[in-house]
């Protein structure tokens, strides 16, 4: 039978206090589904304030100093919180995966999909399967050109499906044809997408834990829900 008063341990050994219910073998307030929506806004703010990642202003202001006017000298790559700082400062994600891996696992909000690589998906009747061939866009600058003609101005991100196909190579070619503001996306897409969604909101991270302030009772010191 669950007690729900005094202390008790879960599978796992571990204590849990009269403002905890069992959950499998963690401890999970009982709380957590009753919290006024300011009361989560403020969890969400001291999660964010203790990593240092999107949206707290602070790291906003960090970010934008190692990026912001500094041309050819600003950091040459940003993970995806940093990408994330980058595209609210008018940066442009552009998405040099091929248009059929495009079409297959989506796309960042706003971005702009110019292929580095070119996929084609036909029959083969030979291999009595469909099959996938691959060439370089050979009109890639031209292409990225349309879109960004003033190369001193222009803000680019520059992501890939996982920072190793294509990214390094189109940043190159980039540089070559004398755009200044680039950036790469470590991780590429890939990365970016398991952290931030469709509408560039951050993703539930599975397994942090948070200290309930609200919660009566002895302070556990973690808020041990899935957040």
């Not at 696992?105 to 061939?133: C, H, M």
């Not at 292409?143 to 499906?161: H, M, N, T």
């Not at 200044?180 to 991780?187: M, R, W």
Request: net charge positive.
């Amino acid at each position: 039978m669950l007690s729900t008063t005094g202390n008790y341990a879960n599978k796992a050994g571990h204590s849990c206090n009269s403002s905890f219910m069992r959950q499998g073998n963690r401890c999970s307030s009982k709380h957590a589904s009753v919290l006024h929506p300011n009361q989560r806004n403020v969890l969400s703010v001291l999660k964010t304030k203790a990593i240092g990642q999107w949206p707290d202003p602070d790291y906003i202001q960090e970010t934008r100093a190692q990026y912001e006017g500094l041309g050819s000298y600003a950091k040459p790559v940003a993970d995806p919180d940093e990408a994330r700082v980058l595209l609210s400062i008018g940066y442009v994600w552009l998405d040099v995966r091929s248009q059929l891996e495009v079409e297959r696992r989506g796309k960042v909000k706003g971005s702009l999909n110019i292929p580095f690589i070119i996929e084609t998906k036909k029959y083969d009747e030979a291999q009595q399967k469909t099959v996938i061939t691959s060439k370089e866009n050979v009109n890639f600058i031209v292409e990225v050109q349309k879109y960004f003609p003033r190369k001193e101005e222009a803000l680019i991100l520059v992501g890939d499906s996982n920072g190793r196909n294509g990214g390094q190579e189109a940043l190159s070619v980039l540089e070559n044809a004398g755009y200044i503001n680039l950036v790469g996306v470590v991780g590429g897409f890939a990365a970016f997408w398991r952290v931030f969604d469709a509408k560039l909101a951050r993703r539930a991270s599975r397994g942090a834990f948070l200290e309930d302030p609200w919660a009566p009772g002895d302070s556990q010191g973690l808020f041990a829900g899935e957040s």
